[in-house]
């Protein structure tokens, strides 16, 4: 029996090696049409397409069961969450779901934006402050303010042998929306990107890496849904780097 079973898990282990990363975009889709027509999850799903290693199912909050099914995480390697505007109505039973996944299972976390003030990311923000001691001062995930000017933002690759790091150099993004230190939530375990914006006001909160139990996490601060930042070469780089490190086990 203990052979069987050591071939079985041999088997399941190769198998899980041969098949794609399976890839969930989801989003509450309050995104405007005008810039992403798609989506941001649409978007998502674009800079993925062409990578045979990499399968994309979108879903959104429309979707049966808010498109966080047992069975659509279950199905899931690596979760890329954008909202908003309607944080508050993703169900309780989702959030735990989501959370579960992530620190148990080891599905992949990837944060855009807005997404600070998504409920799973709050809830996870929790579980790491609580799992090193730590007593977060304030709504988790929450910038002391925001400024939307539209102004240009550099982005300094300050972890430049990270894997989310990998082929990508100092960035300008055009038009952006500023959030402004500090930011709630427990030390980030590597800080791969770091911002500036004109005036030298430094934020340095850009690319956040975390291990959450069995799962990483990965929160990206730009992407405001008013500007067509995802259809950037540089931050789709950003993407597809850190779809990879976060499905690696």
Not at 25 to 34: G, I, L, M, T
Not at 159 to 166: L, T
Request: charged share 25%; glycine share 8%; net charge positive.
């Amino acid at each position: 029996m203990r052979l069987l079973a050591a071939l079985l898990g041999v088997a399941m282990a190769v198998s899980a090696a041969d098949r794609p990363v399976r890839v969930t975009a989801w989003s509450e889709r309050s995104e405007p049409v005008e810039v992403y027509p798609n989506g941001i999850n649409g978007a998502m799903a674009d800079i993925l397409q062409g990578n045979k290693k990499v399968k994309v199912t979108i879903a959104n909050l429309a979707d049966a069961e808010q498109g966080l099914s047992e069975s659509a995480l279950a199905a899931t390697d690596v979760l890329i969450w954008f909202g908003h505007r309607n944080h508050k109505d993703v169900s309780d039973e989702n959030v735990d779901r989501v959370v579960r996944h992530v620190v148990e299972r080891g599905m992949g976390y990837l944060a855009l934006h807005s997404a600070h003030y998504a409920r799973p990311f709050q809830k996870l923000l929790e579980w790491k402050a609580e799992k090193i001691g730590m007593k977060l001062e304030g709504t988790p995930g929450k910038w002391a303010r925001v400024r939307n000017e539209g102004k240009p933002e550099l982005i300094r690759v300050i972890a430049p042998k990270h894997p989310i790091a990998k082929g990508i150099k100092d960035f300008t993004i055009p038009k952006t929306e500023m959030y402004v230190n500090p930011f709630i939530a427990p030390p980030p375990d590597v800080k791969v990107l770091e911002g500036s914006w004109e005036g030298g006001e430094q934020q340095g909160m850009d690319g956040l890496c975390w291990q959450m139990g069995k799962g990483r996490v990965f929160y990206f601060r730009p992407g405001h849904e008013t500007h067509p930042i995802f259809f950037q070469a540089e931050v789709q780089a950003v993407i597809r780097n850190a779809v990879g490190w976060l499905s690696a086990r």
